[in-house]
């Protein structure tokens, strides 16, 4: 099993800057990639950003050139620095990590903190 915790979440200024953080706990060794999804109201949610093990990234589209995922193996902790941020940021942000066991995939979520961007 493996745990996640979010912090970081907020309201903030368009133009202004958050940093989210999740800490993963439990059987840790074996996740083989974490990331940040993020849902608004009414929306489906959506891929943010990943980070393998091995410091491989991948971003939306939207979020290039203003986000940057990253991440502290020693704490297993994954960050995500959010600049210029937009109204359209607006959403619960999750946390998701993915566990190898074997030939067995198992995704793990939190709980969620809320971004909003707003003047």
């Known amino acids: 099993q493996v745990q996640l915790v979010e912090s970081g979440g907020g309201l903030v200024q368009p133009g202004g800057s958050l940093r989210l953080s999740c800490a993963a706990s439990?059987?840790?060794?074996?996740?083989?990639?974490m990331g940040w999804y993020r849902q608004a109201p009414g929306k489906q949610r959506e891929l943010v950003a990943t980070?393998?093990?091995?410091?491989?990234?991948n971003y939306a589209d939207s979020v290039k050139g203003r986000f940057t995922i990253s991440s502290d193996n020693a704490k297993n902790t994954v960050y995500l620095q959010m600049n210029s941020l937009k109204p359209d940021d607006t959403a619960v942000y999750y946390c998701?990590?993915?566990?190898?066991?074997?030939?067995?995939?198992?995704?793990?979520w939190g709980q969620g903190t809320q971004v909003t961007v707003s003047s």
């Open positions: 980070i393998t093990r091995g410091g491989n990234t």
């Open positions: 998701n990590a993915a566990r190898v066991t074997g030939p067995i995939e198992t995704p793990y």
């Open positions: 439990g059987s840790t060794l074996s996740i083989v990639i």
